[in-house]
């Protein structure tokens, strides 16, 4: 999973084709007991993109957004919002890729 690196490669990556963003944190437990399975997950949705948002260094991103949990997945296609799966709470691998199916 790349690192997203500036706002403005958010708004060029969600403009143009399929791409999911993971909201987390290093300090969030949640957050690493998801990241071993990322690349399975990633694997089996190769629609999407994925890139990494670090939620300490995107707050401000994150606030436009209305991440309040992490970890928190957000999904667009073409510049559009298709899906979120944002909240608090830990998530797993089937949660995940639920999501991914429904978009």
Same mark, same amino acid.
Request: hydrophobic share 40%.
């Given at each position: 999973?790349?690192?997203?690196e500036?706002? /403005?490669? &958010?708004?060029?990556?969600?403009? /143009? ?9 290093d ?5 690493k007991?998801i *990241? ?5 997950? /990633?694997? /089996? ?6 890139y990494?948002v670090?939620?300490?260094? &995107?707050?401000?991103?994150?606030a ?15 510049? *559009? ?6 909240s608090?709470?830990?998530k797993?691998?089937? *949660? ?8």
């Amino acid at each position: 999973m790349k690192n997203l690196e500036s706002v /403005e490669q &958010f708004n060029n990556i969600k403009a /143009e084709g399929k791409s999911v963003f993971m909201f987390s944190a290093d300090w969030c437990g949640d957050c690493k007991y998801i *990241e071993p399975v990322m690349p399975e997950i /990633e694997a /089996e949705n190769e629609d999407f993109a994925f890139y990494h948002v670090d939620r300490d260094k &995107f707050i401000d991103l994150c606030a436009d957004l209305a991440i309040f949990g992490i970890p928190s997945f957000l999904a667009f296609e073409d510049d *559009e919002e298709v899906g979120r799966f944002v909240s608090k709470d830990r998530k797993t691998k089937e *949660e995940i890729n639920d999501f991914l199916a429904a978009i």
